[in-house]
């Protein structure tokens, strides 16, 4: 499979118990926060999708609205399943590449904070 879903994994689990909110966050105000897995792939969904709107990806646009209107199972369990795999490569591998850039901010204080 393109990209690193293990890598991926990982992420996804510090990002959960370690994601970083700005002080402009009306949540819970500057400082790390747990989120909940819904929390996190809604966030991480409505981060991308107007992003490959915007570059003219209608594949990962396709994929991601389909995802966003059917949230049932497991994102991990979504992004390694057969939706995800049927993306042309480059799709799949721009899709795991932002995944873990945007997974990555979530734990960096650093970096621009995401809302939920």
């Known amino acids: 499979m393109v990209g690193n879903l293990a890598e991926i994994e990982s992420l996804w689990g510090s990002a959960q118990s370690t994601a970083w909110h700005g002080g402009g966050c009306s949540c819970h105000g500057p400082g790390p926060v747990v989120l909940s897995a819904a929390d996190l792939e809604a966030d ?28 049932t199972g ?34 960096d204080e650093n970096s621009t904070p995401h809302h939920h």
Not at 60 to 68: D, E
Not at 89 to 106: H, I, P, W, Y
């Open 44 to 71: 991480l969904l409505e981060y991308l999708l107007p992003r490959y709107e915007k570059a003219g990806e209608t594949a990962l646009v396709s994929a991601l609205k389909a995802r966003h209107a059917n949230m």
């Open 74 to 107: 497991g994102f991990l369990v979504w992004l390694g399943g057969a939706e995800v795999s049927a993306l042309p490569e480059v799709s799949r591998a721009k899709l795991f590449a932002d995944m873990q850039n945007s997974l990555r901010s979530f734990c």
